[in-house]
């Protein structure tokens, strides 16, 4: 029967970084990975960043709709006309707002008898953990229903708070494997069980925020993307995109994690829907979108004409 690993955690805790180390990891086993990626905005872009550990007949992206809700029949879909492999298992990465304990109670529902039930992996970020304000509550609801809690962004942080995380998610959830991602025996994975623990489930559309996109058009220099995102308000808590910088002719990847942080790397291949800026949070809506877009370039351009 093949396993299914479903992926949940806070935007920017590091679920992409953990599914391209799983993917890579089952494939030197032997094993036949299919991926299917959700988010509320353009999953296709997130999509390509696989294309060079798997065959894209082997990646399914899952745009506009919430898998822990409006998309869950759509999911439990896709998943029962996976095709059938030797040495199969199939990974879900849910988008970061996903209530993750609705996620598995919905999910094991109408499911082939040929899949085993679902487990769920919570990516915690440690530098990061209970720092969300107002959206606290979303963050420790998705690591209640998860069989192991991978541990993240542990760089730059002291023993004191890694101790002190760690105490504060076996509190939440007694039952789960806790290991940092270098730790992490992918073997033991397909013989996780659901967990059996009981749940404190939140208000439902607590975990549903504003999300939106716009086109951007050719930048001038690498620096535009910072400006956008140090320009985009802070209440929204997760911005992504792809853009091409004038003179190159690869595309270029960007995002800002809800802690400000900005991290720009090559794009693999040329984006399906053209170079987009993709917002999730509240406050998205394409005019704020394209209002930013608008100051950034003029100011570019302007601190390029002051130079000498």
């Not at 996903?98 to 996620?103: G, K, R």
């Not at 999300?211 to 985009?232: V, W």
């Not at 308000?233 to 900005?262: H, M, W």
């Amino acid at each position: 029967m093949e396993t299914i690993i479903t992926i949940v955690g806070f935007l920017g805790a590091g679920k992409t970084t953990l599914l391209k180390f799983l993917i890579d990891s089952f494939s030197k086993k032997g094993y036949d990975p299919f991926l299917v990626l959700n988010d509320y905005e353009n999953a296709h872009m997130d999509a390509q960043q696989f294309v060079g550990q798997m065959q894209t007949n082997s990646i399914k992206a899952l745009t506009g709709s919430c898998i822990c809700c409006s998309g869950i029949a759509e999911l439990r879909n896709i998943v029962n006309r996976i095709p059938k492999r030797e040495k199969g298992i199939t990974l879900i990465e849910a988008n970061g707002t996903s209530d993750a304990c609705a996620l598995m109670e919905f999910l094991g529902v109408g499911l082939n008898d040929r899949f085993l039930p679902p487990i769920q992996i919570s990516v915690v970020d440690v530098k990061n953990w209970q720092k969300r304000g107002d959206h606290n509550e979303l963050e420790a609801n998705q690591i209640q229903v998860s069989s192991l809690l991978v541990l993240t962004h542990l760089g730059n942080t002291t023993k004191s708070r890694q101790d002190t995380v760690v105490k504060e998610i076996k509190a939440l959830n007694p039952l789960a494997q806790i290991s940092t991602m270098e730790d992490l025996n992918i073997l033991l994975l397909p013989e996780l069980l659901p967990t059996a623990g009981t749940v404190q489930k939140m208000e439902h559309q607590k975990a549903h925020w504003s999300s939106c996109s716009a086109d951007l058009p050719m930048l001038p220099h690498l620096e535009c993307i910072h400006a956008i995102c140090r320009t985009l308000p802070k209440n929204i808590l997760r911005v992504k995109g792809c853009a091409q910088i004038n003179g190159e002719s690869a595309y270029t990847y960007f995002e800002r994690n809800p802690d400000g942080e900005i991290h720009i790397r090559p794009f693999n291949g040329v984006p399906i829907t053209g170079t987009k800026l993709l917002t999730i949070g509240p406050g998205s809506n394409p005019e704020t979108l394209e209002k930013v877009i608008r100051q950034s370039l003029n100011a570019s351009i302007s601190a390029e004409k002051q130079k000498p």
